[in-house]
Nanobody
């Protein structure tokens, strides 16, 4: 079974930076689209960024110019670099893989457990 494990969440001051990582494990051949979502008590789940298998990226308007996502397919890892953080970026950030090819076939819509990002002075 595929597992996604996020790391890198922390408490940071406004204007600061963080880098989140999400590592996939479990006899994986390849992953398709890898995405970062966030959820907070005041907002519904929001798609923050996506990276396709070819490396193309899309971002939510609220993070464009501040966040950058990339992936290392050899390591089955996706990253989210977050700069110029704002208090409204405070949320639990989740990693998602829409389709993962494994030795046992495909797994769909796989989620990590989330990592907390808090932006506060």
């Amino acid at each position: 079974q595929v597992q996604l494990v996020e790391s890198g969440g922390d408490l940071v001051q406004p204007g600061g930076s963080l880098r989140l990582s999400c590592a996939a494990s479990g006899s994986i051949f390849s992953t398709n689209v890898l995405g970062w979502y966030r959820h907070s008590p005041v907002k519904q789940r929001e798609l923050v960024a996506q990276v396709t298998s070819g490396g193309s990226t899309t971002y939510a308007d609220s993070v464009k110019g501040r966040f950058a996502s990339s992936r290392d397919s050899a390591k089955n890892t996706v990253y989210l670099r977050m700069n110029s953080l704002k208090p409204e970026d405070t949320a639990v950030y989740y990693c998602n893989a829409d389709r993962v090819a494994t030795m046992r076939g495909y797994e769909y819509n796989v989620w990590g457990q989330g990592t907390q990002v808090t932006v506060s002075s």
